[in-house]
């Protein structure tokens, strides 16, 4: 079955330093990528996503996703964490070209950020 | 403009009761898509309304479970015969059109069942 992993259920940093969330997805066909963030008590935001084109995504608040199609992976960076980016994250897939939209999620990383 | 929005945000049922959860999504927005969210799982597909069309149900747990878009703009996800596996929270989300479109997605409704 076509699936999305994230390698780290709890990711817990100090703050300003860099941090990684790891996200692989399985389908051999075309793909779209996502990442969505969830603060406390909120909906899903999406935070990024690669459709087409440059490998290489950001969002307005500094972080970036590179979507890697040899290694199947979509990992998100930021290179200098604050306390508010403390949320989970949420790596999303539209695979093997589904027509409509439906999107397959990972289980979840939460990024805490330490003072 | 309003985003997607969804009522109860709280629901608490006994087992057996029937409940329905609503969705009000994006105005103008053509798809609908109803997500389950397990206590420290991602969202699972359930549903997908394209209009009032409901396109898939495949992710529909049981035929306890019923979703409806009548006019193409409110949906209603129904439960009938509450079980505690069904406690969740149920998430909503609206696009304009289908991929590769944003899908918006509302607060959830969090259903707790006793």
């Known amino acids: 079955a076509q699936s999305v992993t994230q390698l780290d259920s709890q990711v817990p940093v100090f703050e300003e330093a860099p941090v990684e969330l790891r996200c692989n997805y399985s389908s051999s066909v075309s793909v779209y990528l996502f990442w969505y963030v969830q603060y406390p008590n909120q909906g899903l935001q999406l935070l990024l996503k690669y459709l087409s084109g440059s490998t290489l995504v950001e969002s307005i608040n500094g972080f970036e996703a590179e979507f890697n199609k040899s290694q199947t992976s979509f990992h998100l960076r930021k290179p200098s964490v604050h306390i508010s980016d403390t949320a989970e994250y949420f790596c999303?897939?539209?695979?093997?070209?589904?027509?409509?939209?439906?999107?397959?999620f990972g289980q979840g990383t939460i990024l805490t950020v330490h003072p | 403009g309003a985003g997607v929005s969804q009522s109860p945000r709280y629901k608490v049922a006994k087992r057996g009761q029937d409940v329905a959860l609503r969705c009000d999504p994006i105005s103008g927005h053509v798809s609908l898509f109803w997500y389950q969210q397990a206590l420290g799982q991602g969202p699972e597909f359930l549903t997908y309304?394209?209009?009032?069309?409901?396109?898939?149900k495949s992710g529909l747990p049981s035929d306890r479970f019923f979703a409806e878009r009548p006019e193409g703009s409110v949906s209603t996800l129904k439960i009938q015969r509450t079980q505690q596996e069904d406690s969740a929270v149920y998430l909503c989300?609206?696009?304009?059109?289908?991929?590769?479109?944003?899908?918006?997605f509302g607060p959830g409704t969090r259903l707790t069942v006793t």
């Open positions: 309304f394209q209009n009032e069309a409901q396109l898939d």
């Open positions: 989300a609206s696009s304009l059109r289908g991929p590769p479109y944003e899908q918006y």
């Open positions: 999303a897939a539209l695979l093997g070209g589904t027509s409509y939209g439906k999107l397959t």
